[in-house]
């Protein structure tokens, strides 16, 4: 168990190792580096999924898993990082960089 807040976040190292490696694959002009939203709500509810409020606040993906991942690895003195792949958008994206 971990506070309230506890910062899951992937290792900077990790992750530009892995965004390196897309570039050198050839893949850099497809590749995003940001902000992901950990959620168990796969399906809707009864309440509204704010999607145009996370897009406001820089959050590029919404996904299940990596904030425990990222917790475990850390409470663990370990590297993590991650690759997505978007199966669905319900946003426009602009390239940043």
Avoid: W
């Avoid at 850099?28 to 606040?57: C, K, W």
């Avoid at 820089?58 to 917790?71: D, K, Q, S």
């Avoid at 663990?76 to 602009?94: M, N, P, V, W």
Wanted: glycine share 8%.
């Amino acid at each position: 168990m971990v506070p309230a807040g506890f910062p899951a976040v992937a290792d900077r190292q990790v992750v530009a190792s892995l965004s390196d490696s897309a570039t050198k694959l050839g893949h850099g002009n497809l590749t995003f580096e940001g902000l992901t939203l950990t959620l168990d709500a796969f399906y809707s509810g009864s309440i509204s999924f704010l999607h145009d409020v996370y897009q406001r606040s820089n959050v590029l993906v919404v996904e299940m898993e990596n904030a425990a991942l990222m917790t475990i690895a850390s409470l663990r003195k370990l590297k993590a990082g991650a690759i997505l792949a978007i199966d669905g958008c319900r946003c426009q994206f602009e390239r940043r960089v």
